[in-house]
């Protein structure tokens, strides 16, 4: 009998200790990279700035940051999974985007970023682009002066769904990493810039 309930006990702290690995793995990746959350944003989450749509903070937000239902915004988009996605509208000569919240990463390990991404209207040399970025540990500011290393990836097909993937090395310094998303909107006014972008996942491979 007393070795029976021995036997269950370990049997219970294996659950235990697994169930706990599976939460931490869960919790080391993107917030709402399906764009499907009802959680609001959160204010100075990870320090720095608010959050914009939950998971994403405003990214060099100082073209669109007064306008943001303009040019960035979670829409219905039936064709993908699920029944929303991010729309990014341009801004003549400026970039609009958001960036996800930080993830912890090993020194030299392997990661990869995944999306979809639906152009609808892109005028050349505008660009859609997926980053890959990576930051060093004690993060004074989230600020292109302390990213360690970026790795990008475009969108340019029109009128498709596609792929965009981006894989790293993180940097030996590296701590964290994170999801950009971004439209870069160039030159002739007359040439809109509209993308759409879904499924972005974060991965360790
Ligand atoms: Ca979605």
Known sequence: ???QALLLMMLAALVLVLGTAGTAAAAAGLDNGSFESEEP?????QGWEDEYIFGWKPFAGSA?????QEHVSVVACPSREGEKCLRLVGVEDNYVGIRSIHIPVEKKGFYTVSAKAFVKELGQPSRCQVWLEFWPADLPAET????????RANASALDVWQDLTVSAQAPDNAATATVLIIIHRTGNPQLPAEVYVD???????
């Open 1 to 3: 009998m007393k070795r």
């Open 41 to 45: 944003p959160r204010a100075k989450y």
């Open 64 to 68: 669109w940051k007064n306008k943001e």
């Open 144 to 151: 292109s002066t302390y990213r360690i290393a970026y790795h």
């Open 199 to 205: 499924d972005v996942h974060f991965e360790a491979f």
